[in-house]
């Protein structure tokens, strides 16, 4: 099982819909949550992060978070088609909080 | 500001060539990164280093060295490349265990 999971996708939602985005992760006792994203040929940039159970929101984006069930979950809404990249979920490991482990990544299509 | 600087942007070798990559951060932070990133693996840790004068193994080390030359700069190094090591490389930097920042990544291409 790898430590941090994510449909690969394409999530093809169109413009103006709510695109929601999931990861899982196996390790319990992780704290820190992440959401970057990429643009084809560019490097990530983080757009969230969350560490307690619950949503936390920012403009058209909101991660969920759920440690009992091991999910995090990032909503775009009002998605555009500017929205459309990867979106790679990062957690931090509790063995070692100095570094990050990301999923594959999913890919999403916002089409007008 | 440049935040994170990544050189050279593009590179081509043949195997059994050696390179180094540069990575420099003007944030002051203490903790940097190499990543790599190949299609379908998402981003994979070489190697970090939590603080000047320390750097520890990540996720995929075997064929790279690197060095933290001080608190600027954190450099990779493959002494014989391999087409295996064929991927977009990725250096980032944190000033604790939040928010990385990457720098705009190294296409390397080993024949």
């Known amino acids: 099982q790898k430590e941090v999971e994510q449909n690969s996708g394409p999530l093809s939602v169109p413009e103006g819909a709510i695109a929601s985005l999931n990861c899982t992760y196996s390790?319990?006792?992780?704290?820190?949550f992440f959401w970057y994203r990429q643009y084809s040929g560019k490097s990530p940039e983080l757009i969230m992060s969350?560490?307690?159970?619950g949503d936390k929101e920012d403009g058209r984006f909101t991660a969920q978070l759920n440690k009992a069930s091991q999910y995090v979950s990032l909503l775009i809404r009002d998605s555009q088609p500017s929205d459309s990249a990867t979106y790679l979920c990062?957690?931090?490991?509790?063995?070692?909080?100095?570094?990050?482990?990301f999923g594959t990544g999913t890919r999403l299509q916002v089409f007008p | 500001n440049a935040g994170v600087t990544q050189t050279p942007k593009f590179q081509v070798l043949k195997t059994g060539q050696s390179m180094t990559l540069q990575c420099a951060q003007d944030m002051n932070h203490n903790s940097m990164y190499w990543y790599r990133q190949d299609p379908g693996m998402g981003l994979r840790l070489i190697y970090y280093?939590?603080?000047?004068?320390?750097?520890d193994k990540g996720e995929v080390p075997n064929g790279y060295n690197v060095s933290r030359l001080n608190k600027r700069e954190f450099s990779l190094r493959l002494e014989s490349a391999a087409p295996s090591q064929t991927s977009v490389y990725f250096c980032?930097?944190?000033?604790?265990?939040?928010?990385?920042?990457f720098g705009p990544g190294t296409r390397l291409t080993v024949l």
């Open positions: 280093s939590a603080s000047e004068g320390t750097t």
């Open positions: 969350i560490y307690s159970n």
């Open positions: 980032a930097s944190s000033s604790s265990t939040d928010t990385q920042y």
């Open positions: 990062a957690v931090t490991p509790p063995n070692n909080t100095d570094k990050l482990i």
């Open positions: 390790d319990r006792g992780s704290q820190s």
